[in-house]
């Protein structure tokens, strides 16, 4: 549907701002005579930005809705591409880098949430994670835009030209934002009901009058419009630990450091660099696969079998290290990983933080969860390389093991929640399961 696809998009400049840096980091050296530290500002803005704004998007999202909010996320990306593109000295160069990180992690927030209110219970999955597939397509589209800027052009100013084309996408995206309604669940949350009713119509979801009762039925026994500890404990948790094991299986540190992986292990950087693709399309090929099986096999047996695949990989990898020897085997032991992770864990996360939390607090939970994965992604990022000098086979070790404490931890707390509506989905999080019909009405 057009409003699933327009939320998506998102996901698109979510990969692309995040990969385009990329193809720049050399020229923009050049351009403001920048040392390690200078480069590291630059560079490092965006995610300080990430966090930042996935922390702050949930209260708004939840008062505001997520299409409003997603509107101004568009327009921030839109003025970051620009800012970045025609900046003349590094303070400016950070600070539009930093609104392009708030964007980012805004719409890491919003993005599910606006998807995962608008699915039926069937495709929810598979719809939410397309958010996770547009981002994989971004940061592709990202290394496409670079190489073929670089052909057109090789003059000391390509990189503004290579920052400057996000402009491009974040127009898509806010012509297409502004042509789906608000979230018909969100819209009854703050009582504006005829709204609702004509957002459902135009969505296709079901009987309008049906699906009003439910949800304002839902608002009713929710409790305070409010994120806490008291009333949320649960899915508290299971935010932080969905975000935490993400992270802890060391993915964007082996995605941001892929050469120096390589490189460790006696590799060329010609070799290192077509290796590399090879790993993006199987991240690309495993999202996909993970999108067609999440509605089918569920949330929770995708994460047992990436758990127990990605720890017998990550510890592949180890031994190589440890012992110094299969150095051939180090491409499949990470193509291994990047497969049973994309079509496990990056499938499933956007969607699970969608799902468990109630709609008055939901972008609030989802906030949180991001968060969370956003500040480990920095730390884990700062670290690796720290403790990859000391031991190369260390940090390897302790993303399989995080990865066999993963598979416990979901094998006895987490609850499947497949198949259920934003609604039902309130009572598994005391305890006990309830499974609704896969739709959006109970008599569609």
């Known amino acids: 549907m ?9 996901g698109l400049l979510f990969g692309f701002d995040t990969a385009v840096m990329a193809g720049v980091t050399h020229q923009l050296s050049i351009a403001f005579a920048l ?3 200078g480069l590291g500002a630059a560079v490092s803005a965006a995610l300080i930005g990430t966090l930042i704004g996935a922390l702050g998007a949930g209260g708004p999202g939840d008062r505001h809705g997520s299409r ?12 970051s591409a620009i800012g970045c593109a025609l900046s003349t000295s ?11 990180g708030l964007a980012i992690g805004g719409s890491s927030v919003l993005a599910p949430v606006y998807i995962a209110e608008i699915s039926p219970a069937d ?9 996770q597939l547009s981002i994989v397509i971004g940061i592709l589209a990202a290394y496409v835009s670079n190489a073929l800027v670089g052909l057109a052009s090789d003059g000391a100013d390509a990189w503004r030209i290579k920052l400057g084309v996000a402009v491009l996408p974040a127009l898509l995206f806010l012509a297409m934002l502004l042509r789906i309604p608000d979230s018909p669940r969100w819209l009854v949350q703050v009582n504006r009901i005829e709204e609702a009713r004509r957002a459902i119509r135009r969505l296709a979801m079901g009987n309008a009058d049906r699906l009003i009762a439910r949800f304002a039925a839902a608002r009713a026994t929710a409790g305070p419009a409010r994120l806490s500890w008291q009333m949320h404990r649960t899915p508290i948790l299971l935010a932080l630990a969905i975000a935490a094991f993400n992270q802890l299986s060391g993915i964007n540190a082996i995605l941001y450091y892929l ?13 290192a660099d077509l290796q590399s693709v090879a790993i993006g399309i199987a991240n690309l090929v495993a ?5 067609a099986m999440i509605d089918r096999v569920g949330r929770r047996p995708l994460l047992l ?8 990989a990550l510890a592949g990898v180890a031994t190589i290290y440890t012992t110094g020897r299969g150095e051939m085997l180090l491409l499949p032991a990470l193509v291994g990983f990047i497969l049973f992770f994309a079509v496990s864990q990056g499938a499933v996360i956007w969607v699970y933080l969608s799902e468990i939390f109630p709609t008055a607090v939901r972008a609030r939970g989802q906030s949180l969860g991001s968060a969370a994965h956003w500040a480990l992604n920095a730390l884990i990022a700062f670290g690796f390389p720290i403790i990859a000098q000391g031991s190369r086979a260390l940090p390897f070790w302790v993303f399989a093991a995080a990865m066999l404490i993963q598979f416990v931890i979901v094998w006895r707390y987490f609850p499947e929640t497949r198949g259920l509506s934003l609604e039902d989905e309130l009572s598994p999080l005391t305890g006990t399961a309830q499974h609704g019909k896969p739709s959006y009405d109970d008599d569609a």
């Open 90 to 100: 590094l303070p400016m160069f950070i600070a539009f880098r930093l609104l392009s």
């Open 68 to 79: 409003t909010m997603l509107i101004w996320i568009g327009v921030a990306y839109a003025i």
């Open 305 to 312: 079998t990436g758990a127990a695949g990605t720890a017998i």
């Open 2 to 10: 057009s409003a699933v696809i327009a939320a998506a998009v998102g």
């Open 287 to 291: 999202t996909l696969i993970g999108m």
């Open 123 to 131: 495709r929810r999955g598979r719809l939410v994670a397309s958010f």
């Open 35 to 37: 040392m390690t530290v």
């Open 259 to 271: 050469g120096d992986i390589f490189a460790m292990a006696g590799f060329s950087t010609l070799s």
